[in-house]
């Protein structure tokens, strides 16, 4: 049975990867920084608690020699990078260095998959986004994902090691209790107004936790992993304005929605990809943003209200 080391595995997108390569016959080994009781251990055929980066990881990739590695580890925070540089660059560029050096050094045919970001294009010129467009971040947090796109591109320029890049736009789903759409159930189901950041105009191109895991085992399998980028997106474009009227809809709540018309420091104006490389390798997205939103508001008024 093959083997497959993912970073990250607690985290939102990590768990949905683990889950997609468990079902269809990979052995999963996942590393995290939280107890074994927050892995999700029916998944797995190993769990290991180590906070990233660390010199263990080289041991663990020397015993595993894994054919895949997933790279989820990492905080995905703009505000968290704005507040804390420092911190955001150690667990996002630091770590990614460790991880393609231990690599190198004990798995040199593993292929890798990094999960970059959308945050690398900034503000673009021109949607929707091709993955040729120029990189232009406005946050530490996109900086720190375009310095880890570089590292990928120069261990496999370098040391020929197999690496392929995913920038994930918007990704949503049940498990997600950040972002934006975790803020709008929150305050729809337990304030009297629905009161959000900016003008309402901003957009999104939302993509499911399920569909990212489905993309990312096609990447793994079919991608030449030359440090080549793939955008990873449903390919469609989402005001704020309008996600926040579908998701009243499908919950069921009908609150006034107020925009205060601030568009906080690091934050992208409007997103869209083109999906066109992702879609020749057979990807296709299988949940439309009507029906992930209203399985994601359902699991958020349990969450949040117990019912």
Known sequence: ?????????????????ARQFAETGWSVVGIGNRPPENAPRQDLFRYQQISLPSADLANIIQELQPEICIHCAGRASVELS???????????????????????????????????????YGNPEILPIQESQSLKPISPYGFHK??????????????NLPTAIVRIFSGYGPGLRRQVLWDMCQKALTQSALKLRGTG???RDFIH??????????????????????????GVETTIKELAELMLAKLGEYVPVEFDNVTPVGTPINWQADMSKLTKLGFTPEVTIERGVNVYV???????LGW
């Open 1 to 17: 049975m093959k083997t497959v080391l993912i970073t990250g595995v607690t985290g939102f997108i990590g768990r949905y990867v």
């Open 82 to 120: 704005i507040t804390d540089p420092s911190a955001d660059f150690s667990n996002s560029v630091s770590v990614t260095f460790n991880l393609l050096d231990s690599l190198r050094l004990y798995a040199p045919k593993c292929r890798l998959i990094y999960l970059s970001s959308a945050a690398v």
């Open 146 to 159: 375009m310095m880890s796109e570089q590292l990928c591109t120069e261990f496999f320029k370098v040391y």
């Open 201 to 203: 105009n901003e957009s």
């Open 209 to 234: 936790g399920r569909d990212v895991a489905r993309a990312i085992h096609i990447l793994a399998e079919k991608a030449d992993c030359e440090a080549e980028v793939y955008n990873l997106a449903n």
């Open 298 to 304: 359902q699991w958020c008024r349990a969450e949040i």
